[in-house]
């Protein structure tokens, strides 16, 4: 996710709209986690210049005159039991950029992940 697609080749910093992370998952996540992950590592590339931003304005082609391009995204999980019993949630990781002029998808990323969750012991 640190190439942020055409944003990677600028000759000049875009200023970039972050619209958030949302969760698609049953359990509860704190998706401000992905907020502040993007907000501390995204101008710190020195490939863009961010601003916090709402997604149906910034998405819509032709709304948004100030920014070059608006992040998104989302995170699903699935759950799996393995054969000792152990739980493993896996996490998929959604991020697209559009061309606020456009409406052109010109940047996307997936990234998996899985968390282990081992049983407890209950003394058998």
Request: proline content about 3%; aromatic content about 10%; some cysteine.
């Amino acid at each position: 996710m640190s190439q942020f697609g055409p944003v990677a080749t600028a000759t000049e910093p875009p200023l970039v709209g972050y619209c958030g992370v949302k969760s698609l998952c049953r359990e509860h996540l704190e998706m401000g986690l992905f907020d502040r992950a993007i907000e501390f590592y995204g101008p710190r590339t020195g490939k863009l210049r961010l601003v916090m931003a709402n997604k149906e304005t910034a998405t819509a082609t032709g709304k948004n005159t100030a920014w070059k391009y608006a992040i998104y995204g989302e995170v699903s999980s699935m759950k799996e039991t393995d054969a000792k019993g152990n739980a493993i949630v896996y996490y998929d990781i959604y991020v697209y950029m559009k061309d606020t002029a456009t409406g052109e998808l010109v940047w996307n990323s997936r990234d998996k992940l899985s968390v282990d969750i081992k049983r407890g012991n209950t003394g058998r």
